[in-house]
C-alpha cells in the first residue's frame, strides 16, 4: 500500500520547515476536526499530538466544527497542551455542563461560560495569537433560517467577534440557549447541519485534508434522537424552518460522510485526498456530556495516541515502499 498522499504532503511540509506564506507547493491542506460536546476529548487529543509533533504550521487552513472548533483554535494559536488538560481540570467541566439547569431554564451547556469566563480567568487562553496567526481559523455554525452550514471565518476581526463565533459552532439548540446572531444571522451548533467539517474544506479548494473523528470506525451514524426533534418542536418550524428540514436528512447525510472518508482513506489514489483519524475500537463512549475527569483525561491520551499511531503505520509504509 503507497502512503496516503495526506500524510505525504504534511511530511514533506513538516521537512522543510516552511512557513504557510512561503510554500511553492501547489496543494491546498486543510485540517478538519470533529467536535461533539465531551466526545471532542478525542479529536482535541490529536490536535495535541499534531502540535507536538510540529505539524501545526503544515496547513493551509482549519476548519472546525462546534467544540472542534475551539480545539482547532488551540492548534493555531499554539496553545493546545495547555488548553488540553482544561478538559480534565477537577471541577471545570461540572460547572460548564450540568443537566440540573435545565430544569429550570436555563442553558445545561454553558458555552459562554466556557469561552468568554473559562477562557478568560481559568485557563487562559491568547485569543490574539488565533487572529494573528498565518493558519486561518474556519469555524463551522448552522444556520437557523437555511439549515445551511456556514463559515465564519469572514466575521473573526477581534477578540470578541473570535469568541463569538466559536459560541455559535457549539451552540447545541436549547441545550446550549438561544441561536447566536452575527451580522444579522441566526446560528446553532455546527453539528446540525456539518459535524465533520471536510465538506466546507472541498469547497473551498481544498486538495488533501486531515480529518479528525471523535466516532470510532465501529459506531455508526445514529439518526435524530427524539429529544432532539423535540427540542426543535419546541423551537418552532416558524422559528428554525432550516433546522427543521436539516434534521429531516441528517442520518442519510452523517452515513455518507462516514462512507466517504472511510473510502478515501483506503484509497489514497483518488482525490480530492482525505484522510481520517479516529479513536481505535475498544475506546471509551463517551457522551457529549460527560464530566468525569478521569474520563475526559483517558479522551484526550486515547486522542494523541491514534493520531500518532496513524502517523506511524504511514511511516512504515513510506520505509517499505
Known amino acids: 500500500m503507497r502512503v496516503h498522499p495526506v500524510i505525504d504532503v504534511l511530511a514533506a511540509r513538516r521537512a522543510e520547515g516552511t512557513r504557510p506564506h512561503t510554500r511553492t507547493d501547489p496543494y491546498r ?6 467536535g461533539g460536546g465531551s466526545r471532542a476529548t478525542y479529536s482535541s487529543g490529536m ?7 510540529g505539524f ?17 483554535s488551540w492548534l493555531i494559536g499554539a496553545q493546545a497542551a495547555h488548553c488540553c488538560a482544561g ?3 477537577p471541577g471545570l467541566m461540572e460547572r460548564v455542563t450540568r443537566p440540573g439547569r435545565g430544569l429550570r431554564g436555563q442553558p445545561v451547556v454553558d458555552v459562554e461560560y466556557l ?4 477562557g478568560e480567568e481559568v485557563v487562559p487562553f491568547d485569543w490574539q495569537a488565533v487572529l494573528d496567526a498565518d493558519v486561518p481559523l474556519h469555524p463551522i455554525a448552522t444556520d437557523v433560517e437555511t439549515g445551511e452550514a456556514v463559515d465564519l471565518h469572514d466575521t473573526l476581526v477581534d477578540k470578541a467577534s473570535l469568541q463569538l463565533a466559536l459560541r455559535a459552532s457549539a451552540a447545541v439548540p436549547v441545550l446550549a440557549g438561544l441561536p447566536i446572531e452575527i451580522d444579522g ?101 463517551i457522551n457529549p456530556l460527560e464530566t468525569e475527569p478521569d474520563v475526559l483525561r483517558r479522551g484526550i491520551e486515547t486522542g494523541q495516541r491514534a493520531l500518532r499511531e496513524a502517523l506511524d503505520d504511514q511511516a512504515a509504509e513510506r520505509t517499505s515502499a
Open 29 to 34: 491542506v486543510a485540517l478538519a476536526v470533529e
Open 47 to 53: 490536535v495535541l499530538a499534531l502540535e507536538e509533533l
Open 56 to 72: 501545526a504550521e503544515c496547513f493551509d487552513a482549519v476548519y472546525g466544527s462546534s467544540a472542534g472548533a475551539l480545539a482547532g
Open 87 to 89: 478538559w480534565y481540570r
Open 115 to 118: 469561552i468568554n469566563t473559562v
Open 185 to 285: 444571522r441566526r446560528y446553532v451548533d455546527a453539528a446540525v447541519a456539518e459535524p465533520i467539517p471536510f465538506r466546507t474544506a472541498l469547497s473551498q479548494g481544498a486538495t488533501h485534508v486531515l480529518v479528525l473523528r471523535t466516532r470510532r470506525a465501529d459506531q455508526t451514524a445514529i439518526d435524530v434522537t427524539r429529544l432532539e426533534r423535540a427540542l426543535v418542536s419546541r423551537l418552532g418550524a416558524v422559528n428554525v424552518p432550516g433546522l427543521v428540514h436539516v434534521i429531516g436528512t441528517r442520518l442519510e447525510n452523517r452515513r455518507a460522510d462516514d462512507s466517504r472518508l472511510a473510502h478515501a482513506t483506503a484509497s489514497p489514489g483518488e482525490e480530492p485526498h482525505l484522510f481520517e483519524v479516529r479513536p481505535p475500537t475498544g475506546a471509551d463512549t
